[in-house]
């Protein structure tokens, strides 16, 4: 039977979070935010340990045969005293374990990076949602067929249509003067034309100043319903228990998630997951997908919330789940009560929340500027020659209707003038 005096941790070698680099004297250097945690607690107590990592490289998830696999199955079988791993506190984990008290409050939440994509061709028609432009559409036909009832044999209905339409975008307004006996109607529709007009504007002269982007998704249920659009992808860390907790969710758009997870095998590695998990991959039909991850936010925090991330990566406050995570004890383990004392103070005094803003700080500045600025994050909200496609279509087709009517003018004078020689 093992002593107590030294302990055997067992942990995940990820990087920002539990880094391990054998030196000379057998003696590992420990780095990251959970490993400052232990060795602050081992420093204080007094105790020799000696770090151990599972072999599949798991968290641990629970078999059918009830026995656990990775960190949850080295200290189930005794194979190790301690578990550090961002582990949560679950009900579970908790019949096979014993847990310390948390120190970090956390839920499942997803992370992705803002798409850079604008609709650009007749963008500027999503000034308005479809409902409106068709109660426009509706408005002006209904107003077209009265106005040409009032007119009778005065004005045709393209003409009428032709002079309403000119008087929404700010052209004068001119019907035979038997329009007159009927104010209200006319002032009505100025007073629609000068409205929707007005209102058109500001939102276009909004939009040219500042593009507007896609829709983005905020919610696990948008998540969902965009998963089975095919336009986005949740990944989740391998060797952890999130597709099957979707799966028991009650949530019909949750359940979806997780079994999507599960039979696209939509899995990342745990040290993937602190590096940079959201690259964009591809399908294999070429299309590009936009990668969401699901995980704790504090990763996220730690990863993306810093420099230029910040406005670049969409980090959910939509959460499906809370939960707290805490350091895991093997069954018997007879000093937990120390640990807790010296848990309760770091957090208490703030030094968990310092070794997670300087792991931060530290990753930001690790990186290149490549790696700051990688082709798939989105673009800097400034007006480009791509914003202004729409307008330059636009003035280009008026311009060529404009010289095919006036060659049109020019021509049709003198085949007329040919066709009434030829018969004569």
Not at 104 to 112: E, K, Q, T, V, W
Request: hydrophobic residues 40%; contains cysteine; charged residues 25%.
């Amino acid at each position: 039977m093992r002593t107590e005096k030294k302990w055997i941790i067992s942990t995940l070698n990820r990087s920002r979070l539990f880094e391990i680099f054998p030196i000379s004297d057998g003696k590992p250097k420990l780095h990251g935010m959970e490993a400052e945690l232990i060795k602050t607690i081992m420093a204080k107590i007094g105790v020799d340990y000696e770090i151990v990592t599972p072999q599949d490289g798991q968290y641990g998830i629970q078999l059918s045969s009830g026995n656990w696999t990775g960190v949850m199955g080295m200290l189930y079988k005794g194979e190790a005293d301690i578990g550090i791993a961002n582990l949560g506190i679950f009900e579970d984990r908790f019949r096979a374990v014993d847990f310390s008290s948390s120190y970090i409050s956390d839920g499942f939440y997803f992370s992705y990076v803002k798409s850079a994509n604008r609709e650009q061709l007749f963008s500027f028609l999503r000034m308005f949602d479809f409902s409106t432009w068709m109660c426009f559409l509706a408005s002006f036909l209904l107003a077209s067929v009265v106005i040409l009832i009032i007119l009778k044999d005065q004005e045709t209905i393209s003409s009428i249509m032709l002079y309403l339409f000119g008087s929404f975008v700010g052209q004068t307004l001119m019907f035979h003067r038997q329009i007159n006996e009927w104010k209200v109607i006319f002032l009505s529709w100025m007073l629609f034309a000068f409205i929707m007009s007005s209102v058109y504007s500001g939102a276009l002269s909004s939009f040219l100043v500042l593009p507007s982007e896609e829709k983005s998704v905020e919610t696990f249920r948008e998540l969902s319903e965009a998963v089975a659009k095919g336009s986005h992808r949740a990944y989740t860390m391998k060797g952890a228990n999130h597709a099957a907790f979707l799966r028991r969710c009650p949530e019909r758009y949750l359940q979806f998630l997780g079994k999507m997870i599960e039979e696209n095998d939509w899995y990342i590695t745990a040290d993937e997951m602190t590096q940079n998990p959201l690259k964009n991959k591809y399908s294999p039909d070429g299309k590009p997908k936009i990668d969401a991850v699901l995980g704790a936010k504090y990763i996220f925090k730690m990863l993306y919330e810093v420099g230029d991330f910040k406005s670049k990566v969409f980090i959910s406050n939509d959460r499906c789940s809370s939960g707290s995570v805490g350091i895991a004890f093997r069954k018997g383990f007879c000093c937990i009560s120390k640990v807790n004392k010296y848990i309760k103070r770091i957090v208490e005094t703030g030094i968990y929340d310092k070794f997670l803003k300087d792991e931060s700080s530290e990753y930001w500045f690790s990186l290149s500027s490549e790696e700051r600025n990688i082709e798939e994050l989105a673009e800097d909200r400034i007006l480009t020659i791509r914003d202004l496609t729409d307008a330059f279509l636009l003035l280009s087709a008026g311009l060529l209707i404009s010289c095919l009517v006036f060659i049109t003018e020019l021509v049709s004078p003198h085949l007329k003038h040919r066709h009434n020689k030829a018969r004569h």
